[in-house]
Nanobody, 125 residues
Framework: QVQFVESGGGLVQPGGSLRLSCSAS????????WGWYRHAPGRQREFIAQ???????SYVDSVTGRFTISRDNAKNTVYLEMTNLKPEDTAVYYC???????????????????WGQGTQVTVSS
């Protein structure tokens, strides 16, 4: 299984920006789609963004226009650029394989590698 290490989280004020990174332990990860997910207290983990192996991206409605997912296959790394952050974006953020199916507001289905530790994003004034 591929292992993932997420980084880049932190405390930011509403309206601020953060850039998350996720490194995969194996170059095989470049062969499939990557996804970002988040888990807020009291809620189930939800899907938020995906970049397919060919570069096509998709987002749930709640982050469309604010978040941008990208990948660097040479570095086995996927990024999530987050702008105009809101308090409701507060969560632990994870990366993993992209889902085989998803629907708004964030339900997802698929097969995944082990989940990493995630990186905490807190949006608060």
């Amino acid at each position: 299984q591929v292992q993932f290490v997420e980084s880049g989280g932190g405390l930011v004020q509403p309206g601020g920006s953060l850039r998350l990174s996720c490194s995969a332990s194996s170059s095989i990860a470049s062969m499939y789609g990557w996804g970002w997910y988040r888990h807020a207290p009291g809620r189930q983990r939800e899907f938020i963004a995906q970049v397919e192996s060919g570069g096509r991206t998709s987002y749930v409605d709640s982050v469309t226009g604010r978040f941008t997912i990208s990948r660097d296959n040479a570095k086995n790394t996927v990024y999530l650029e987050m702008t105009n952050l809101k308090p409701e974006d507060t969560a632990v953020y994870y990366c993993n394989r992209g889902p085989s199916r998803w629907r708004n507001p964030g339900q997802y289905w698929g097969q995944f590698d082990s989940w990493g530790q995630g990186t905490q994003v807190t949006v608060s004034s």
